[in-house]
């Protein structure tokens, strides 16, 4: 262990996430695992690691905490205004502060889901192969103000600090589609009215998104369905329309059986531009075939080979640096009338 991170304040909505816990299906839980994984291999990214860590996830609200330790963090996901001791920090990049260092993370400013990520990672006692909160399946919790969290060694101390332009998935837009096994039981015309139909979120929460038609229209209807449909397997991303036609896109929490027929299903690469959409922003939805999604949805080591790609080192501003006037900043000098003799 190196240190830990202490929550001094918080809102409600903060957890321990990672990756998730797959190949947990069959004894009824889901994956789970951060709203925005692509926000985790970011970080991973930025901090030179090879492989997405535990980290924290903030929901909606800000924090205030403090690194026992010299330590370098991240911060990815919905982009918010941060702080230590006085000084801004960049979103989207990679900062190593001093022991004590406090650091201030306010609401969102963009989107839903924050990451605070360090280097060793939060190094808490695994539980069925993750250490993420599952919350709808009563694996760990939300956190509270006075929790410690033990962090792992960071693995490269004193590496440059890094940067990466910030994404645009958190204000909604266009979310890529493709069929799937129930889509059948929606005719020809459903699935076209589906995607030129304009939504924006009613709800949402860990487990899934609710969807208004906006403006209002007829409900879906899965008119070709067999009564009394038997519930089937089902992933984040899949399209339930319930009884009463409205649609819900189902995220890392969702349960892993459903009965309602399922329309679609969200593209992997697509799915964080879901989950980071709050309340009332718009959605679009656009149909494409399966060679298409598999061309936008690459293996994670080639994602992070993209993003470390990108990553380029950050450039502080000089109004935050509060000890500018500490640094050789000119470096000899000449006298004016030498200038004008030569």
């Given at each position: 262990m190196s240190g830990a991170i202490t929550l001094l304040s918080c809102g409600p909505g903060l957890t321990v996430q990672d990756l998730g816990r797959p190949g947990l299906a069959s004894v009824g839980l889901s994956q789970g695992g951060a709203a925005d994984p692509l926000a985790l291999f970011e970080a991973a990214a930025l901090l030179g690691l090879p492989a997405p860590a535990?980290?924290?996830?903030?929901?909606?609200?800000?924090?205030?905490?403090?690194?026992?330790?010299?330590?370098?963090?991240?911060?990815?996901?919905?982009?918010?205004?941060?702080?230590?001791?006085?000084?801004?920090?960049?979103?989207?990049?990679a900062h190593e502060l001093p022991a004590g260092a406090v650091i201030e993370i306010g609401a969102a400013v963009a989107g839903v889901y924050a990451y605070l990520?360090?280097?060793?990672?939060?190094?808490?006692?695994?539980?069925?192969?993750?250490?993420?909160?599952?919350?709808a399946g009563g694996i760990g919790g939300m956190l509270g103000p006075g929790t410690a969290l033990p962090l792992g060694p960071d693995p490269a101390p004193g590496t440059a600090a890094l940067a990466l332009p910030l994404p645009d998935r958190f204000a909604g837009g266009t979310v890529r589609l493709i069929p799937g096994p129930q889509s059948r039981y929606f005719d020809a015309e459903t699935r076209a009215r589906f995607a030129a139909t304009p939504f924006v979120i009613a709800r949402a929460n860990r487990q899934g998104a609710t969807l208004d038609q906006d403006p209002p229209g007829a409900p879906f209807e899965a008119a070709l369905a067999p009564a009394g449909l038997v519930s089937e397997p089902i992933l984040p991303g899949d399209i339930q329309i319930t009884g009463g036609g409205q649609a819900m896109v189902l995220l890392a929490e969702c349960q892993t059986t459903g009965g309602y027929p399922r329309i679609g299903s969200v593209i992997p690469a697509d799915l964080p531009r879901v989950a980071q959409a709050g309340p009332g922003t718009a959605l679009q939805f656009r149909w494409i075939t399966a060679d298409e999604a598999d061309l936008a949805s690459p293996p994670e080591a080639q994602i992070l080979r993209a993003l470390r790609t990108a990553a380029r080192p950050a450039i502080r501003d000089p109004h935050d640096i509060a000890d500018l006037l500490g640094y050789q900043l000119i470096s000899g000098m000449v006298r004016g009338d030498e200038q004008e003799d030569a």
């Open positions: 535990a980290c924290l996830e903030l929901a909606g609200s800000g924090a205030r905490l403090r690194l026992s330790q010299d330590h370098r963090i991240a911060l990815t996901g919905a982009p918010r205004e941060a702080r230590s001791d006085g000084r801004a920090l960049r979103w989207n990049a990520s360090v280097a060793g990672g939060i190094a808490t006692e695994p539980e069925l192969g993750g250490r993420g909160a599952h919350l």
